[in-house]
């Protein structure tokens, strides 16, 4: 079978090796589809830590084809998406339930072999069922919506309330989507890049800024004739970027809460006002990974409830995977997914 491999920092190659064979508690996967994400750029870049020889790809979907002496849950035939995020399940933190901060965490497709690959093998515990009827390519978006899902979670939107997303990438546009689902009346997102607004009107924002188009964003969002007057009930920064995670925490209300779902580079820094964030007791959270809710965007990607057709940029083949990585991502790109030809 083939296989991407990320061999050092900086060098990807495909290579022909041996099938896996699944161990007593994993399952074989057939790769259908696997995204590539921020992330898969990062550790080309060195810029995210991992264990190179490895196999990229932790956005996932595919169809079992052998499963391991101990599995009785899943069967040859099932499609499937894998959680990469493996657990340990003693440590501290997964004994307090807090499993993503797991001191011992593995991860598919940065720690261990993952999807951007003819096969794949899984822990039968991290595979969710998805329905044979699915568009196979829809079920590459389970583990992001799982970690959009943690971020809106956290926020605790009710009906009736007000989020701004900042950032109109794939993480953007299913977080403007679960917020509405979530009960948001109002959902604005700011973005310069005009195709992902419009998309994101079809797909439930209310308003829509371009933060390029001249004036100061925080004016035009929150000031007495802007999108929403006072801010908003909770501001979701999905663009990883220093500017929009300092303008975060003035987007929100009083009361309010910037959630930070975006990755910046490791080390680098961004200037907070402590004084504003007491004064009108703004709260700053961080949503990292995906504990417990893969089963959930599961069924919202199952149910169509969350509308993902539109964020398919391109698909392309294994051969392709490493000179799409090793390049920054194409202005306008949402998420192209590999497809390797079986
Ligand atoms: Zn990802
Ligand atoms: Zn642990």
Redesign the pocket.
């Known amino acids: 079978m083939k296989a991407l491999f990320l061999e050092d920092v900086g060098k990807l190659a495909l290579r022909d090796i041996e099938k896996p064979v699944p161990k007593a508690d994993e399952l074989l996967i057939r790769i259908e589809a696997c995204?590539i994400?921020?992330?898969?750029r990062h550790l080309f870049l060195g810029e995210f830590p991992s264990k190179p020889p490895v196999t990229p790809g932790?956005?996932f979907v595919g169809v079992i084809e052998a499963v391991g002496r101990d599995v009785t849950d899943f069967e040859p035939g099932m499609r499937v998406t894998g959680d990469p995020n493996i657990a340990c399940g003693h440590c501290a933190e997964c004994q307090r339930g807090r499993v993503n901060l797991c001191a011992n965490l593995q991860a598919i497709g940065i720690h261990r072999n993952g999807g951007f690959a003819d096969y794949a093998v899984l822990p039968h515990k991290q595979a969710h069922l998805l329905p044979s009827s699915l568009n196979p390519l829809h079920g590459a978006f389970c583990?992001?919506l799982a970690?959009c899902l943690h971020g809106v979670d956290l926020a605790k939107l009710k009906a009736g309330s007000s989020a701004i997303v900042i950032g109109g990438g794939v993480i953007g546009l299913l977080v403007v989507q679960l917020a509405r689902l979530a009960g948001a009346t109002d959902v604005v997102l700011i973005t310069r890049n005009v195709e992902k607004r419009q998309l994101s009107e079809k797909l439930g924002a209310t308003a829509t800024l371009d933060p390029s188009s001249g004036g100061d964003v925080v004016e035009q969002v929150t000031g007495s004739s802007g999108l929403l007057p006072g801010g908003a009930d909770v501001v979701f920064e999905c663009a990883g970027l220093r500017q929009t995670v300092e303008e975060a925490p003035f987007l929100a209300r009083r009361g309010g809460m910037a959630i930070i779902l975006g990755v910046l580079p490791q080390g680098e820094k961004a200037e907070i006002e402590p004084f504003d964030l007491l004064f009108r007791e703004v709260a700053l959270v961080t949503s990292f990974l995906n504990p417990f809710t893969h089963r959930r965007a599961a069924e919202l990607i199952a149910s169509g409830m969350i509308v993902v057709k539109p964020l398919i940029s391109r698909t392309i083949g294994l051969e392709e995977a490493a000179g799409v990585i090793s390049n920054p991502a194409i202005a306008g790109e949402i998420r192209t997914l590999v497809v390797p030809q079986h």
Do not use: V, Y
């Open positions: 995204g994400c921020g992330t898969d932790h956005e583990e992001p970690c």
